[in-house]
Nanobody, 124 residues
Framework: VQLQAFGGGLVQPGGSLRLSCVASGFTLEDNAIGWFRQLPGKEREGISCISGSDSGVYYADSVKGRFTISRDNGKNTAYLQMNNLEPEDTAVYYC??????????????????WGQGTQVTVSS
């Protein structure tokens, strides 16, 4: 059972990135999926989640209107499209899955599986 997050990188302010979260060994369908980010010395912060049932989507105020979460059950993959990136978005980004698919879930201990982090750096 594994989640792999990738797609991070260096981007200029105002730019875009798309993060992917690929599951192996289990099916993401019916799982709630969350995206979190973490700065050095800070707690991991939930920024977006999507429910497993009706694919309802939820966003933290800090990313609302700029980030879009989605899922492709056929590819067993979730995505986080990040537009209009700001230097304050610089962090390590993590995806997570919860077998109990109701959302929103904002706490790290709500999730059963975690991907490794992917670094996003927004800088000119």
């Amino acid at each position: 059972v594994q989640l792999q997050a990738f797609g991070g990188g260096l981007v200029q302010p105002g730019g875009s990135l798309r993060l992917s979260c690929v599951a192996s060994g289990f099916t993401l369908e019916d799982n709630a999926i969350g995206w979190f980010r973490q700065l050095p010395g800070k707690e991991r912060e939930g920024i977006s989640c999507i429910s497993g049932s009706d694919s309802g989507v939820y966003y933290a105020d800090s990313v609302k209107g700029r980030f879009t979460i989605s899922r492709d059950n056929g590819k067993n993959t979730a995505y986080l499209q990040m537009n209009n990136l700001e230097p304050e978005d610089t962090a390590v980004y993590y995806c997570a899955a919860a077998s109990q698919g109701v959302a929103p879930k904002w706490e790290t201990n709500d999730y059963d599986y975690w991907g490794q982090g992917t670094q996003v750096t927004v800088s000119s």
